[in-house]
């Protein structure tokens, strides 16, 4: 999602620029630690108001931020004003500062992800249309009416997004997308198991836990979609320059050797990217890769791969 640096009609523009240069969905993240940020579901809403193909998603939201009864109220208006268009991508939560600055207590993994599993339990009965009741141990549901009924059907896919064992086989169990992530590893983390968790094996290894927790579910593996977060993206100009550079946060924390193996870490021309992303999709099943924050830049490699 373009960062709102602009008077609003101008941030539309880029918007539908997006959109014209054939990406499949602009996302939107949901941290509030740092500051001043965007509102997911408000800027999803513009974004999809000033658009006609496009998708919305969030990557990802924090469960913890939403009552899942209003985050169904809200997703399922969404997804009716879109015809159609949204993409809820949910997790566990894991910075502890967005926590700090909420006053929200900053739970064990195992209690956040139990949460998730409720909230997911909540969104898919609301989403049914039909009069809903639901007792856990941190959400209760009394006799509601899941409304309006979403566009897409039986619900707007649900993307998972995690990189730990547990997370996974959640989202092998029930999102329609699961999006891997390398885990913040431990300072206690060797190079190598850091190297490994970002190298196609590693990504693989991942996907294979959600897929068998999906078959040990009853779901068809092969309707699950894999997504995934390029660590960086550097294209180069073709005379030794760099003609677009984006990069995620976590490369900050990785070590370089790391880094210079990974399939998330992609360099080169035009021609070098498109076959790097070709071969990440071959290698792990991945078929949805977030690109960054430079879309004009990598429009060229989004056309070779549309």
Not at 149 to 168: D, F, K, N, S, T
Not at 215 to 225: M, Q, Y
Request: hydrophobic residues 40%; contains cysteine; negative net charge.
């Amino acid at each position: 999602m373009p960062r709102l640096t602009m008077p609003l009609p101008g941030w539309r523009d880029r918007v539908r620029r997006i959109e014209d240069l054939g990406f499949h969905t602009v996302a939107i993240a949901d941290h509030v630690g740092d500051g001043w940020s965007l509102d997911p579901m408000t800027m999803m809403t513009i974004a999809a108001e000033a658009t006609t193909t496009l998708r919305v998603s969030t990557i990802v939201l924090c469960n913890d931020f939403y009552h899942p009864f209003f985050l169904h109220r809200s997703i399922s208006n969404l997804d009716m004003l879109s015809e159609g268009r949204v993409t809820l991508g949910l997790g566990a939560g894991w910075r502890p500062d967005d926590y700090a600055v909420t006053g929200l207590r900053f739970d064990p993994a195992p209690v956040r992800i139990a949460r998730l599993a409720e909230s997911i339990a909540v969104l898919k009965g609301l989403f049914s249309g039909e009069r809903f009741t639901f007792e856990g141990e941190h959400f209760h549901i009394t006799d509601a009416l899941g409304a309006p009924r979403p566009v897409q059907a039986p619900h707007p896919p649900i993307m998972i997004g995690g990189g730990g064992r547990r997370m996974l086989q959640l989202a092998g169990q029930e999102a329609d997308i699961v999006g891997i992530n390398p885990p913040r590893l431990s300072d206690r983390a060797t190079p190598e198991e850091m190297a490994r968790e970002i190298s196609a094996a590693g990504l693989r290894d991942k996907a294979d836990i959600a897929l068998a927790a999906a078959a040990a579910a009853g779901r068809d593996p092969e309707a699950v979609l894999l997504q995934t977060n390029l660590l960086e993206l550097r294209l180069s100009d073709g005379a030794g320059g760099t003609a677009s550079r984006s990069t995620s946060d976590l490369v900050n924390w990785l070590p370089e050797a790391a880094l210079e193996k990974s399939p998330l870490v992609v360099h080169g021309d035009v021609e070098r990217c498109v076959d790097a992303l070709l071969e990440l999709r071959e290698t792990t099943g991945i078929t949805e890769i977030h690109v960054g924050r430079d879309p004009e830049g990598v429009a060229e490699i989004v056309k070779r791969l549309a």
